[in-house]
């Protein structure tokens, strides 16, 4: 079974194209099987859900009101297409959904989606009649709110609404360049929502099921999804950084699927015969016929070009606004390796007292594991302890005198890596506990005495470190190996695992893992021992923001042998450093705090024309006088200037500490 410390910020579920009832229909004996299939599925994740997961609660018609909400959460979180009219009439659903769904019926799910079908498509066809008319007078003083507290309680109220949407659009594409006029922005809107509306009308059966069952999974806890075959494939290939397939990717521009970037080594790229911004018209399968792909889901289209490993996919292919001139381009699918979400590292150079150190930083962008190549026995598939180890060894090479590991945004991933990585730098003994519903305690030990990195650690975190990285960071604190240096962490201390059924695949929560200390990182995450200004709110993001999160608790801690490498002294002596170092950066970070809570707190917004320009001259204004004392481009990036920042500190302070032990 393998488990997983999954990322918490929902990035792997559903597709955003949503669906079109009239597209579900077309063929009745593929409906038929669909239905026989979500029916087997529904039951198999009643199944599992009462079995495995960890939380145990009735399916009864309190959660049927809850799963009402749920549901219409998951298809219309804004309240933008809804009227109040239709969510009185579904209040009739909400006693009725539990009995459905212990039947493996999800008949009401169907029937308010097609509701929300006829009203989605009602929307977008009324704002593309005003991006046509484009009438708007923008020297009325109303405004719109940045987030609705109810649904539309009219007709009327939904196209006044509307209408303050088609305005913000208008306005934000004008603020956003300087060239451009009314005419122009309300005509590439008109273009934009004419393709938005022939994708929505693309809709399948399985989109809307898989919204449906992400609902019920909701009700259990944050981390208990449903995924799709296709949605079961990205989360393989995002936990594996592997797929078979031609190395490029995707996106539909103007209903065309056209190719965005080419992956490095990838067979499109080493071909030669394909550019950044081809577009694909059809595909073919080896020497069979060519299918036509024009607006086309671009996820079919995906479907289409991925296969086996060593087949041939054919394209056709036409450079960008020259119809007529269009090629065959023959590709022999390949595995491919997304490097570009692989681990990164680079050694920085810091000076202090005259002496020049040199600490190499290796950035983990999540905790990835090819289980399929590694059953395979391919020797070469990705890990990220593999990929880290190789790095390490290249430091001792090179004499590196510290190392800094950065799971910054690190979202988690595989349990096994989160062991694995935290080997590397301790001997051996136990890193993680996990404590299953049933209550049964299991320590997960590193078995392997080798050390790969014995030298001075230190590691990165903020408030969107989460799962495995919360492991990882809390095994190095607790065997005061390395110094945790950054923000508390996400505070998610779930384990999850996925499991087959007939359609798909469910992940369920089937555990709490805890620290060695005993801790869960439920709710708390893991604090650092120096803290870094993020700019993140905690009651905004994080475990404990969310809806049906188990609650934090400990057990009892098994024997380790810590190290007395981190000492309350030394966190002393480092805290003052620290505070020194803050202390020189503290204005320029006061005042883009105080951007980032006013925006925060911003509740409506203007559309009068005249004052949105003045307001976004007033920031352009704030942010060049910012960007001018900091002796910063024009274009750069006031976050990334303060992960820059964070990340000279946590240099400055590895360099003292270095000092300390010589």
Not at 250 to 271: C, F, H, M, V, W
Not at 583 to 595: C, G, V
Not at 601 to 627: G, P, W
Request: with cysteine; charged share 25%; aromatic share 8%.
């Amino acid at each position: 079974m393998t488990h997983f410390f999954n990322r918490p910020l929902n990035i792997l579920v559903a597709s955003a194209v949503l669906l079109s009832s009239t597209a579900c229909f077309a063929n009745e004996e593929k409906v038929k099987a669909s239905e026989k299939n979500f029916s087997r599925t529904t039951v198999e994740l009643l199944s599992n859900l009462n079995q495995m997961h960890y939380k145990k609660q009735p399916i009864d018609d309190v959660f049927s009101e809850h799963l009402l909400a749920a549901y219409l959460e998951q298809i219309d979180p804004n309240k933008r297409i809804f009227l109040q009219s239709d969510i009185n009439e579904f209040q009739g659903f909400s006693h009725k959904l539990d009995d459905e769904f212990k039947q493996g019926n999800s008949q009401s799910a169907f029937i308010i989606h097609e509701r929300y079908q006829t009203r989605i498509e009602n929307r977008y066809e009324f704002i593309i009649a005003l991006f046509k008319e484009n009438k708007f007078d923008f020297t009325i003083d109303e405004s719109i709110p940045l987030e609705r507290k109810s649904w539309p309680s009219t007709q009327k109220d939904s196209d006044e609404y509307w209408r303050k949407l088609a305005k913000t659009s208008i306005i934000e594409n004008i603020l956003g360049d300087d060239e451009t006029t009314q005419e122009k922005v309300a005509a590439d809107l008109l273009e934009r929502y004419e393709n938005y509306l022939s994708q929505i009308k693309l809709t399948k059966q399985e989109d809307i099921f898989e919204k449906y069952l992400n609902a019920v999974g909701s009700l259990f806890d944050p981390h208990t999804s449903y995924f799709t075959p296709i949605s079961e494939e990205d989360f393989n290939i995002d936990m594996s950084l592997s797929l078979t397939g031609i190395g490029a990717e995707l996106s539909l521009d103007k209903n065309i699927t056209t190719i965005k970037r080419l992956i490095e080594n990838g067979p499109a790229q080493k071909g030669g015969l394909l550019q950044e911004e081809d577009q694909i018209i059809a595909v073919a399968q080896g020497n069979k016929e060519f299918v036509n792909i024009m607006g086309m889901r671009l996820d079919d289209v995906v479907q289409l070009i991925r296969g086996e490993v060593d087949t041939t996919v054919r394209l056709k292919v036409r450079k960008l606004g020259n119809a007529d001139n269009q090629k065959i381009v023959p590709i022999v699918r390949k595995v491919v390796t997304l490097e570009d979400k692989a681990t990164k590292h680079e050694v920085k150079e810091v000076t202090l007292n005259g002496k020049t150190l040199k600490v190499g930083v290796i950035s983990v962008p999540s905790f990835y594991y090819d289980f399929e190549a590694a059953r395979r026995g391919d020797e070469n598939f990705k890990s990220t302890t593999f990929d880290v180890a190789k790095i390490l060894a290249q430091y001792k090479k090179d004499g590196i005198d510290a190392v800094i590991m950065d799971v910054r945004n690190n979202g988690g991933g595989a349990l096994s890596e989160a062991i694995a990585l935290s080997g590397l730098f301790i001997k051996d003994g136990p890193i993680v506990q996990v404590k299953y519903s049933n209550g049964h305690i299991a320590v997960n030990n590193d078995e392997d005495p080798a050390i790969a990195w014995d030298g001075p650690l230190a590691v990165m975190t903020n408030r969107l470190s989460a799962s495995a990285s919360e492991i990882f960071a809390g095994a190095i604190k607790d065997y005061n190996r390395g110094l945790v240096i950054g923000d508390t962490t996400y505070g998610k201390g779930t384990v999850q695992t996925l499991k087959a059924v007939t359609f798909g695949q469910i992940k369920l929560t089937f555990a709490m893992f805890y620290r060695v200390s005993g801790m869960s990182t439920q709710h708390r995450g893991v604090e650092p021992h120096l803290f870094l200004n993020s700019y993140i709110k905690h009651d905004k993001i994080g475990e404990s923001s969310l809806d049906n999160a188990l609650p934090f608790n400990q057990i009892s801690a098994p024997e380790i042998e810590a190290l007395n490498i981190i000492t309350p002294e030394l966190v002393e002596k480092l805290t003052l450093v620290q505070q020194q170092e803050f202390a020189a950066n503290e204005n320029w970070q006061a005042t883009f705090s105080a951007i980032l809570k006013e925006r925060a707190e911003q509740e409506t917004l203007s559309l009068n024309l005249e004052t949105r320009k003045k307001q976004s001259q007033m920031r352009k204004t704030q942010r060049e006088a910012i960007l001018k004392d900091l002796d910063l481009e024009e274009d750069s990036s006031l976050y990334d200037y303060a992960n820059d920042i964070n990340l000279n500190q946590t240099l400055n302070v590895v360099a003292h500490w270095l000092a300390e032990q010589k």
